[in-house]
């Protein structure tokens, strides 16, 4: 497929969104609410969960399935209060030695006014800086887009894996072609110039692994997903949490260095 065939893919309707990923990969899932500071934002779902038996902290961002659920959720877009409630999630989890799970989806955080007001730029930025150094075990599933700092806010982790078809971006194809050539027409290009499929970024060494995907039954995908989860989160038992944060910390600085 070519670059922007996968974008559309990405895209497309009827894609399982976060929800199917966690009832089919997770049992006893309980939704947890709020950021305690402002609200609760529906884009981004979090709470426990058990993966095989082993206590887990889930956090996913959630575009939802029907009309009424896209606009609820506000089509993925997280406000700030979703990523504090995100980082209060992964800061329980921390202090009770659970691994966390994220899965991104999300075209972009949302660039509303009331965003902006109740500080959208600082709440994906303390995200960053928290997950650097966060002392537990982080794992980090892209599962449809992952566009700019709005993902990036849930995938500073040990590992970063893709879907198969799945993109991971600085910005959509949209917005560069229509910085680049003032034609927001030229999406195709975009798409191939940004590098931001799968297979572009394993090999840049930017993700960990590439989730295979059928074409309409996630079932083998889902197994694989928790089987792998599982060893990731098992192979980090025994390391120390110097060990763990020195280890994220080089995986981050080795970027652009080929």
Known sequence: MEAY???LAARAKGRPTAIEYINNIFTDFQELHGDRRYGDDGAIIGGIGRLCGMPVTVIAQEKGSSTKDKIARNFGSPNPEGYRKALRLMKQAEKFRRPVICFVDTSGAYPGMGAEERGQGLAIAENL????????PVISILIGEG???GALALAVSDEVWMMENSIYSVISPEGCASILWRD??????ASECLRLTADDLYEMGVIERIIPESDK?????????QTWLKKAVDDRKGISTDELLEKR???FRKFGAR
């Open 249 to 251: 910390y080089e995986r």
């Open 5 to 7: 065939e996968k974008v």
């Open 129 to 136: 800086m928290e997950m650097g150094t966060l002392k537990t």
């Open 217 to 225: 039954d996630f079932s083998a995908a889902y197994l694989l997903l």
């Open 184 to 189: 927001a027409k030229k999406v195709k290009e």
């Open 147 to 149: 566009g700019s700092g």
